[in-house]
Structures are given as structure tokens and as C-alpha cells.
């Protein structure tokens, strides 16, 4: 699924699920190195788990973040 996101320097996150294991996530644009450090961080981990690590994170002023916005993404997935 591609997501756009909303209010952060990345357009957009590309996850891909296996079940509730996230199995993937990539972000166009953004901060790179930090991008692949939490898409390494999360794969493998539960849907639940992330949500409950990254929702509500903020970057500096802004009211989200790119984290915040995976956690958004992953809560639009896993409502259907």
C-alpha cells in the first residue's frame, strides 16, 4: 500500500504487510538514513507494536512527524 503522508518533508510510505507483521515500509523523500533506521526497526514487528511506538510523535514545531504518519498508515491498513 502506498500512503501519502501529510505535513511531514516525506511524500509518501510504501508498506507491505504479512497478515499484522509488518513485513516492509519505504519512505520517498524525507531524512534518509533515519527513514531506514525505523523501516529496519519495525519490519518484523506487529502492526499494534509500532502504532503504540510512533503514534504522537512530533518533529520540532510540527503537529506529526514521519514516524506519526507510519503509525496513521498503519491504523488506516488495519482498519479494514
Same mark, same amino acid.
Given at each position: 500500500?502506498?500512503?501519502?503522508?501529510?505535513?511531514?518533508?516525506?511524500?509518501?510510505?510504501?508498506?507491505?504487510?504479512?497478515?499484522?507483521?509488518?513485513?516492509?515500509?519505504?519512505?520517498?523523500?524525507?531524512?534518509?538514513?533515519? *527513514? =531506514? $533506521? +525505523?523501516?529496519?526497526?519495525?519490519?518484523?514487528?506487529? %502492526?499494534? !507494536?509500532?502504532?503504540?511506538? *510512533? =503514534? $504522537? +510523535?512530533?518533529?520540532?514545531?510540527?503537529?506529526?512527524? %514521519?514516524? !506519526?504518519?507510519?503509525?496513521?498508515?498503519?491504523?488506516?491498513?488495519?482498519?479494514?
Amino acid at each position: 500500500m502506498r500512503y501519502q503522508t501529510k505535513g511531514t518533508c516525506a511524500s509518501a510510505i510504501d508498506i507491505e504487510l504479512d497478515g499484522n507483521i509488518i513485513k516492509s515500509v519505504a519512505f520517498t523523500g524525507g531524512c534518509n538514513g533515519n *527513514l =531506514k $533506521g +525505523i523501516s529496519a526497526l519495525v519490519a518484523g514487528m506487529t %502492526c499494534e !507494536d509500532a502504532i503504540s511506538r *510512533l =503514534k $504522537g +510523535i512530533r518533529c520540532g514545531f510540527k503537529a506529526t512527524s %514521519c514516524p !506519526d504518519q507510519l503509525a496513521c498508515a498503519l491504523e488506516s491498513m488495519t482498519k479494514n
